[in-house]
Nanobody
Framework: QVQLVESGGGLVQPGGSLRLSCAVS????????MGWFRQAPGKEREFVAG????????YYADSVKGRFTISRRNANNTVYLQMNSLKPEDTAVYYC???????????????????WGQGTQVTVSS
């Protein structure tokens, strides 16, 4: 049973920062490709960032490139999303996802991820 639990969401002012964490249960975490997605009310769930199983390859949506950074620490089965220079349009529920195929390059398609967390709310507002 693989479980993903997100934390770190909350209310932040425009221009501020948040760091999301995703704790993953499972002894094969080190071979998983990991990703972050987000979903705003009335919109489709969209890809935000991904990191390959080695941690060497990352990929970002154009909307967050240069502002967000994804990283992983295999020692404690945790994936992070550092979010800087936050904008009101970043407001959404953020989901952590795992791809058990362990791809070197992280995919952006939701269909290629096998496990999902429950999400954490991020609100950017004055």
């Amino acid at each position: 049973q693989v479980q993903l639990v997100e934390s770190g969401g909350g209310l932040v002012q425009p221009g501020g920062s948040l760091r999301l964490s995703c704790a993953v249960s499972g002894r094969t975490f080190s071979s998983y490709t990991m990703g972050w997605f987000r979903q705003a009310p009335g919109k489709e769930r969209e890809f935000v960032a991904g990191i390959g199983w080695t941690g060497a390859s990352t990929y970002y949506a154009d909307s967050v490139k240069g502002r967000f950074t994804i990283s992983r620490r295999n020692a404690n089965n945790t994936v992070y999303l550092q979010m800087n220079s936050l904008k009101p349009e970043d407001t959404a529920v953020y989901y952590c996802a795992a791809d058990r195929s362990g791809r070197y390059y992280p995919p952006s398609s939701r269909n290629l991820y096998n496990y999902w967390g429950q999400g954490t709310q991020v609100t950017v507002s004055s």
